[in-house]
């Protein structure tokens, strides 16, 4: 009587045994990638940005953790009759550093994704 399913022998076909060592490779490529991706997110963490608004009469350094780290403002930015003014260019100068560490933040997560397969539909 003949075996039903299964393998001669137990063995896996070549195109099974490749597929595993292409899934291997995948995921040491993958573990690779997002060990570099952290090395660079602590980097980003540490990292400063600033950014001004009202021709540098206010200046916002936030860190790439978009913590506000400090607010300078000029002399001339001062004017106890127009806060709205000063209120509205430390928030711009504070909304363009927060973009910077977003636009750094995008960087790292593309480089920890490129070369990597399209797993597709998959949900991975």
Known sequence: MAKRGGFPGGAMPGN???LMKQAQRMQRQLEEKQAEAESKRAELEAKEF?????GGAVEVT??????V???ALSQEA?????IETL???IVAA?????????????EINEAASA???NLGGFGF
């Open 16 to 18: 099974m045994n490749n």
């Open 50 to 54: 600033k950014a001004s608004a009202g």
């Open 62 to 67: 936030v860190n790439g953790k978009s913590e």
């Open 69 to 71: 780290v400090s607010v």
């Open 78 to 82: 001062v004017d106890p009759d127009d």
């Open 87 to 89: 209120q509205d260019m």
């Open 94 to 106: 504070t909304n363009e550093a927060l973009k910077q560490v977003k636009a750094a933040e995008e």
């Open 115 to 117: 070369g990597l397969p």
